[in-house]
């Protein structure tokens, strides 16, 4: 499987790597693995919805 990095997710998804951090300890994105103190997310992983807004959340939990 392929892996990117927080900075690679930052700048495909466009938020800062702070909230990617935070999205894979909270266990938003499935199948990342923290190896040390870097986690590994797989490249194919959509990024998790907003729970901030109600309209960028569609009924399967994904943006819009």
């Given amino acids: 499987m392929d892996y990117m ?16 951090n935070y999205y894979c300890s909270s266990g938003r994105i499935p199948a990342a693995v923290k190896m040390g103190t ?9 990024k998790p ?11 399967d939990g994904e943006n819009k």
């Fill in 38 to 46: 870097v986690w590994l997310i797989p490249k194919n992983s959509q």
């Fill in 5 to 20: 990095t927080l900075k690679e997710a930052s700048n495909k998804w466009g938020v800062p790597p702070r909230w990617i």
């Fill in 49 to 59: 919805a907003d729970k901030r807004f109600k309209s960028t959340r569609s009924k």
